[in-house]
C-alpha cells in the first residue's frame, strides 16, 4: 500500500481543492443504505473487538521462520467461531513453517461465484535494538497503535475478521458466498498466495486489505481515497561476468568489473516504451487538474492522446516514471576476491517493475539487447509473475465510492497502480479481478509500513469497520 500513499503524496500536496459531493454520489449512498436496510440490520461496529484483534494480532511475531503464523490463524478462528462461524466454515491448512486460513460466510445463492476478502497475516523482520518499543509489543500512545505490521497487513485483516464477526453475529445472509482468505507469506515467498489463488480461482472478484487506502493532510483533513486495480510486476535479475582472473599486475582486456560497470551505465541510460492502460489514463486524468503545471498538463495530454512528450516529461518525475513505463535499476553488485588478483568473476543485480500485461522474459530479452554483451550470463531470480491490470468495474467502483463518502463525504475516490507487489497479483495472472481497498487513511508521515515504529490511528478504527461493512455488504447483495 505505501507504493500508492507515496505517489498520491506528491500529487496532493502541490495543490489542495475541497470537492464538493455530486448528486449522483448522494444517489449511490442512498441506494447503499437501502440494500442494507433490505437485508436486514448488521450489528453496530465493534471498535473495541477490531482494537482488541489489532493489538493481540500485533503480539504474534509472524516473521519468516519463527512458526507463529499459524498460531495467530488460530486466534482469528476462535474469534470467528466465538461470532458462531461453524467449524465446518473455518480451515486453516499449514505450508512449511506457515499457514492460510479460510473463513466462508455462505450465501443465499450458490450459483454465484464468490467474493473474496484478502489479507496476509506474515510481517517483515524488526530488530528490537533498532525500535523504540518491542515491535511485537503492542502498545497504544499518543492516539497510535504501535507495532510491526500494524499497518502492513494486521489493520485491515483485524478489520476484515472483525467485520464478518459482526454479520454473523447479526444473522447476515448474502446472497453471493463471502470468504475470508489469509496468506502467510506475502512478504516473502508467497507460497501460501499461490496455493490460495490456484484454490479460490473461481472466484467473482478479490477485495485486497493491503492495497488503495486513503490520504489525510498532516492536520487530519481527508485528501483522496485511491482503489489499487493493478501493479507492476516485480522481477529480479542477475547478470555474470566471468574471466579467468590473474595477477593484478598484468591488466586484461576481459575484466569482469569493468564489464560490470559498462553494462550498469547502458541499464541506467536505457528507456523502455512508453505505455499506458484504462487504469493508468483515468488515474492521470483525475489527477491532472489537482496537480497543476506543466506535470498536470502533460498528465492531461498523456492521459487523452498519448502525447509520447508529454509521457517523457511525466518519466523525469521520480514519482510520475512508474506509471508510464517499465522501470529497471541496477540495485546490488558483487565482485572480486582479492585485492591483488584480477577479479574472476562479477554480478550485477538489477530490479525491474514491469508495466502491466509485459512478460518478464521480454523484458529480460531487453536487458539483454542493451547490455549488449554477449559474454554476459542472465538469470531471472525467482519465479515472477506477471498480471495485467484489473477493469475499473462499476459495481466496485460504485461499492467503494459509497462506503468512503459515507464517513468522508466529497472525498475523491480514484484508481491506482502501485508498483508491487500484493497477493492480488497471483489472483489476476488467474484472471481474478482484484482490488484494493484498504479503510485505512492515513497522514504522510505516519507511513511506516517495512520500517522503525510502524503505527496505525486509533481514531480511524469505528470508519474503517463501517467501510468494511458496506463495501462487503453492497457487493455481495
Known sequence: MAGAIRYATHAFRVQREKIRMTIMRALWVGLALAAQAGQGAAAAPDTALAKEVLMKSVAYRTVQGAGEVPKLAAYYASVLRD?????????????????????????????????????????????????????????????????????DNKYDVAMMVTTLAGLKRAGWTPRRTVILLLSGDEETDMATTKALAEQYRDAELVLNGDGGGGLLEEDGRPVLYQVQAGEKTYADFAIAFTDPGGHSSAPTPGNPIYRMARAAERIEGHRFPLMSNDLTKASLRLSADRIGGAAGQAMKRYATTGDPEAGELLARYPEFVGQVRTTCVATMAQAGHALNALPQSA????????????????VRAELERAVGDPTAKFTTLGDPKASDASPLREDVMRAVTEAVAARHPGVPVMPSMSSGATDSLYFRALGVPSYGVSSLFMKPGDGFAHGLNERVPVAGIPAALGQWERVVMRLAE
Open 83 to 151: 461470532a458462531g462461524f461453524a467449524e465446518g466454515d473455518i480451515v486453516i491448512t499449514p505450508i512449511g513453517e506457515t499457514a492460510t486460513l479460510a473463513a466462508t460466510v455462505r450465501g443465499s445463492d450458490p450459483a454465484l461465484k464468490p467474493i473474496l476478502l484478502l489479507g496476509h497475516m506474515d510481517v517483515v523482520a524488526a530488530n528490537r535494538a533498532d525500535w523504540t518499543r518491542d515491535p511485537f509489543v503492542p502498545v497504544e500512545e499518543g492516539g497510535y497503535i504501535f507495532g510491526r505490521g500494524a499497518e
Open 347 to 362: 554480478t550485477l543485480s538489477v530490479n525491474c517493475r514491469i508495466f502491466p500485461g509485459v512478460a518478464v522474459e521480454a
